[in-house]
């Protein structure tokens, strides 16, 4: 199982932004995808998942309509989105592979990818 | 501030056994399946333990789990220099509908 990452970004606030977590070794729609937070320094928030079968969604109180989760299955990858990053979105984006049911816990992560929102 | 709550820091010698504590809800801990991570300095998180007290295969058996109510705790014995990381409890809210974390525990080998 591999969850590979898009790289490092830095970016302005106001700017919008894609990352991107391509799955390989295992059968990318028979799991979830979730993606998980890490501000500097601090701890882990589930942000939400998606199924690449149908792309169903389920986020987080805390972050709903604030960034968008999509997928391409035919390609395997995952994405996270924002329209308009604020500089408290500075932080490590995990993504993670996800057992598809409704409490269904991470397994395998994503190398993680570092956004910095700066002026 | 984090939905289940871990103490900040832990320590230990080699070899000693430590405990890291997780205290939650009823609507977290008290009708779900606990799960461990570990994080290394520097690297992504990875499961240490799953439902309560499972190991996945490579985990060495002296990282173990349990939970009773609404608090869980993930015990490590033998302790190695090695081990030195952070450690995450999580378990699904049925209220919130999310996953939540502990704040995470800094395990100092000393």
Known sequence: ?119 | QSVLTQPPSASGTPGQRVTISCSGSSSDIGTNYVYWYQQLPGTAPKLLIYRNNQRPSGVPDRFSGSKSGTSASLAISGLRSEDEADYYCAAWDDSLTSWVFGGGTKLTVL
Not at chain 1, 29 to 58: A, F
Not at chain 1, 103 to 108: K, M
């Open chain 1, 1 to 119: 199982v591999q969850l590979v990452q898009s790289g490092a970004e830095v970016k302005k606030p106001g700017e919008s932004l894609r990352i991107s977590c391509k799955g390989s070794g295992y059968s990318f729609s028979s799991y979830w995808i979730s993606w998980v937070r890490q501000m500097p320094g601090k701890g882990l928030e589930w942000m939400g998942k998606i199924d690449p079968s149908d792309s169903y969604t389920n986020s987080s109180p805390s972050f709903q309509g604030h960034v968008t989760i999509s997928v391409d299955k035919s390609i395997s990858t995952a994405y996270l989105q924002w329209s308009s990053l604020k500089a408290s979105d500075t932080a490590m984006y995990y993504c993670a592979r996800t057992i598809a049911a409704r409490r269904g816990p991470v397994d395998y992560w994503g190398q993680g990818t570092l956004v910095t929102v700066s002026s």
